[in-house]
């Protein structure tokens, strides 16, 4: 009897201390939940997110003593799969925050459940203002699309001294419904014409055949055609619109800004303008220089502006961190709450009462078959 009881003594000890290392080693680690579409029609903006994402956590893997790891969830580019990545991290991974979405609609799809969880999230490229609206736990690393769309109607109207200007927009995609109309807001004031916009033409994610809008766009005879959508869709519409005879610019938002834009519109895509959020060329703060050295060494390529933001999503969260000296939820979303000229690799970050960033845009050219700086854009203060 004396044996086993010594063995079940010693069995109970083991348990105990196998609990207490197991209670240990999770509370060294705090979890940060990304979730993003890496498959699916959003999947080239997504992928380059996650790598700016997981280059800030290679470069910066610990906050107070603790390791930080990445919970990554895939949204599958889908509204319904948004909701289901957020709901998991936020229930069963028990992430402190999250980063996400690449694309408005997926970031807009999970806003509900991160406020209820109480979990705050940084989105790092969803512009639409509806993602942060009336949501205290959600913010982002961008600008959002009334700037967006007012920078782009001033370039079209300024720069290309457009008076008549054509909407072809993916009517299914938050981010492209809500940046055409700023745009055409902003364009119908700058020439004091109501009936400057004289075409809009709408498409679905996924089609392929646009020739029955671009041929009523034609029509029209447009000085400039605004086309924000998701960039393969974009690229197609350029392509094909040029193969019509259509030769006046294109203009578009920062979905762009990827490689399959590229190398699916070739050269027709050549001399297309866009807004987006950071140049290489134009480093804005220490944190630039280190991200761009630091991304072309791991990645053996340029760094996209989503690539850059996404960084910066991280970053700000590990800052917020250190701030509230704490990993409780609400006090972690009230520091970044406060966040004030934060030196981001994509620029000084401030803000406000919305969650939004003040930020400049930068505007880019396709030249060369390459993304190439053109100008930055300061928002009116």
């Known amino acids: 009897m004396k044996p086993r009881m010594i063995f079940i003594l010693f069995l109970l000890v083991a348990l105990a201390l196998g609990g207490t290392g197991c ?3 999770e509370s060294n680690v705090i979890k940060i939940g990304v979730f993003e579409p890496i498959t699916g029609a ?12 997981k280059l800030a956590n290679k470069l910066y893997p610990e906050v107070l003593g603790k390791k930080v790891e990445l919970v990554i969830a895939d949204n599958k580019s889908d509204k319904v799969e948004a909701a289901t990545a957020a709901a998991r991290l936020v229930e069963k991974d028990k992430v402190t925050a999250i980063i996400g979405s690449w694309g408005s609609s997926l970031s807009m799809a999970a806003g509900d459940i991160v406020k209820k969880g109480k979990v705050p999230t940084v989105g790092a490229s969803c512009t639409n203002p509806l993602v942060t609206a009336g949501n205290d736990y959600y913010f982002r690393v961008c600008f959002i699309d009334p700037f967006q769309g007012t920078v782009m109607a001033n370039y079209a109207y300024s720069k290309l001294n457009a008076k008549r200007a ?24 700058l020439t004091g014409a109501e009936d400057s ?3 809009v033409a709408n498409y679905n994610t996924g089609d392929q055949d646009f020739s029955a809008q671009l041929t009523n766009i034609k029509a029209q005879n447009p000085d400039v055609i605004f086309a924000p959508g998701n960039f393969t869709e974009s690229a197609l519409i350029i392509s094909q619109a040029r ?13 762009w800004e990827t490689q399959e834009f590229l190398d699916i519109g070739q050269e027709a895509v050549e001399g297309v303008v866009f807004s987006t959020f950071f140049a290489t060329e134009t480093p804005i703060t220490a944190e630039s220089a280190k991200f761009i050295e630091a991304y072309r060494k791991e990645y053996n390529k340029e760094p996209a502006a989503v690539a850059a933001l996404g960084y910066d999503a991280y970053i700000l969260i590990l800052d917020a961190l ?7 939820r609400v006090k972690l979303r009230d520091e970044i709450a406060k ?25 880019k050219v ?10 930055t854009i300061a928002p009116q203060q």
């Open 197 to 199: 916009i004289v075409a």
């Open 339 to 363: 966040t004030k000229n934060f030196a981001g690799a994509a620029g000084i970050i401030t803000l406000d009462a919305n969650g939004d960033a003040i930020k400049n845009a930068v505007i």
């Open 243 to 255: 193969k019509l005879g259509i030769n006046c610019p294109f203009i578009g938002g920062d979905t």
């Open 322 to 328: 250190k701030r509230a000296n704490s990993t409780d």
């Open 23 to 25: 209670t240990k080693k």
């Open 166 to 189: 054509a909407i072809i927009q993916e009517v299914n995609n938050d981010y492209a419904v809500g940046l055409a109309k700023f745009f055409m807001d902003s364009f119908r004031a």
């Open 366 to 375: 396709v030249k060369d078959g390459k993304f190439t700086y053109l100008d």
């Open 42 to 53: 959003n999947a080239a903006g997504g992928q380059l997110e996650v790598e700016g994402i």
